[in-house]
């Protein structure tokens, strides 16, 4: 085949500032890209940001990329963790986007909405048509909408709404080929590929995100998951030699195969001494490992701490802030960078007062869509090891709880009651489910502590620090961690 009748496509996902994988990455597209990048397609499937390097490396590494590779067409999907969590990291998003257009390197998002002008903001593009190889390539992206960006003037609508709404304009376009970068899960793709069905058009090529555990491949339905945390990209190669483009199934490129470029090292050596990266913390005691959607060891040991540092009845975190196990490794010793994967967000652990009812209403969130989003329940929480919840499903298949027991005592009676209604339970919480994001709104307008010892706030990776410190003298070499205990009915 003429070498100027295809296209190199790579994709890569969810980043999460794992800089010197990414930068593996990039010299593995440097390596195989012709010169200059010609005829290379890079599509990047969102949240390139929250994680253990500084995320200024994974920018200057991006527009390293694009010096190298000039004549090479670079997208990137906006991820739910790339918009942050203060106005100081929305403030960084969109400078990055300023640096990143003036190098033509573009993001997108079609369901991101100002409030204002109900149109998509200036820094940020629905679409991008581009000419690789004489052919009309649409590239569009979406973004999971579950988080709360209005104080910012800012919306994400409901993905296959907005996909609806586009399906005529894309039909007017009519591009050679379509692209979809899907920041949302399995399911979510699975609908995009069904409305586009329905409405008798054709998507070319699903590239998803935000899973972070591994997704099968879909063949059929031409939809692919590069694994996340910069692990792996896939190497697609799409000829025009048919009346649709052919889309052969895909390389997969580790981070581990690919030898760093030179160009990307002195600035990862810098920060990785600067940071101690590499500094041991203790030898490897327990195993922890993580569900994103169940109680885990990691999930119960972290909130154990977390318990005991409030002095607490109980202690509840976001699943999200877990990023990875903790696997127990005959004779490994643990760095900084391990634990770092673990708890990277510099997190402080916040104290409020609930009473039964409102520790039910806590969990009827949590659990909500436990029997429908069996494995992307992003609401999950983890729990400290001395809670027991039963949850069943409803009559509209969502879960519900049935029963919560703290210390082995349950707070309801048969019919769902608080046996004790005037109860309070100190719980420890992180901020962000405190200021009710992800549906926590029952817990928003309720007083919080945040904790400080000796003047300085008590961070929940810094009990991670010192508890893994403490296990090795505490428990037998490769312990499982128990969890708290769930009950499905």
């Known amino acids: 085949m003429n070498k100027d009748n295809k296209i190199d496509i790579y994709a890569l996902t ?26 290379t397609l890079i599509c990047d499937g969102g949240d390139l940001f929250k994680g253990i390097y500084d995320r200024e490396l994974c920018v200057e590494e991006y527009l390293l990329l694009r010096r190298k590779l000039p004549k090479a067409e670079i997208v990137l999907a906006l991820g739910n963790n790339d918009f942050g969590f203060s106005g100081k990291d929305l403030e960084f998003l969109q400078q990055t986007a300023d640096r990143f257009n003036q190098a033509n390197i573009n993001f997108l998002c079609a369901n991101l909405k100002n409030t204002a002008t109900e149109k998509c903001p200036e820094w940020v593009k629905p679409y991008i048509l581009l000419d690789v190889c004489g052919k009309k390539i649409m590239v569009t992206a979406f973004c999971v909408n579950y988080i709360r960006l209005q104080k910012y003037n800012l919306r994400l609508d409901n993905i296959s709404e907005t996909f609806v709404a586009m399906i005529d304009t894309i039909k007017q376009i009519n591009p050679d080929a379509l692209i979809i970068l899907n920041h949302a899960l399995r399911n979510s793709s699975e609908n995009l590929w069904n409305l586009a069905e329905q409405n008798n058009l054709r998507i070319d090529l699903i590239i998803g995100g935000h899973e972070h555990s591994p997704v099968e ?58 940071c101690g990266l590499n500094i041991p913390v203790a030898r490897s ?29 109980l202690a509840l975190l976001s699943t999200g802030y ?25 997190t402080p652990v916040q104290t409020v007062v609930l009473s039964p009812k409102i520790l039910k209403e806590i969990f009827n969130n949590a659990l909500r869509s436990r029997y429908i ?99 090795e003298h505490k428990y037998p070499a490769g312990t499982i961690y128990p969890t708290a205990r769930m009950i499905d009915l």
């Open 14 to 39: 969810d980043c999460h500032q794992e800089a010197r994988k990414l930068g593996c990455l990039f010299s593995g597209i440097i390596r195989r890209a012709p010169q200059n990048g010609q005829n």
């Open 217 to 274: 491949p879909k063949p059929e339905q031409k939809t692919y998951y590069p694994s996340a945390f910069s692990r792996n990209m896939m190497h697609f190669t799409v000829s025009f030699a048919a009346s649709e483009p052919n889309i052969g199934y895909p390389e997969i490129i580790t981070c581990q195969t690919e030898p760093l470029n030179p160009m990307f090292a002195p600035m990862l050596n810098s920060y990785e001494e600067s």
């Open 285 to 313: 005691t327990l195993d922890l490992p993580r569900s994103y959607s169940d109680f885990c060891s990691i999930g119960t040991f972290t909130a154990d701490q977390m318990r005991l540092a409030a002095k607490a009845d």
């Open 322 to 346: 877990l990023t990875h196990s903790l696997r127990y490794e005959k004779d490994k010793i643990l760095t900084v960078y391990n634990l770092e994967r673990v708890f990277s967000a510099p």
């Open 373 to 471: 989003q069996r494995y992307g329940n992003t609401r999950f929480l983890q729990c400290s090891q001395n809670v027991c919840v039963t949850c069943g499903k409803n009559t509209d298949g969502f879960g519900e709880v049935k029963q919560i027991t703290v210390n082995n005592t349950p707070l309801f009676d048969t019919d769902g009651n608080p046996l004790h209604p005037e109860d309070e339970y100190l719980c420890a919480i992180d901020p962000f489910i405190g200021a009710g994001e992800i549906g926590y709104d029952m817990l928003r307008p309720l007083s919080k502590e945040t904790l400080m010892k000796s003047n300085r706030l008590v961070r929940i990776k810094d009990l991670i620090y010192a508890a893994i410190k403490e296990a």
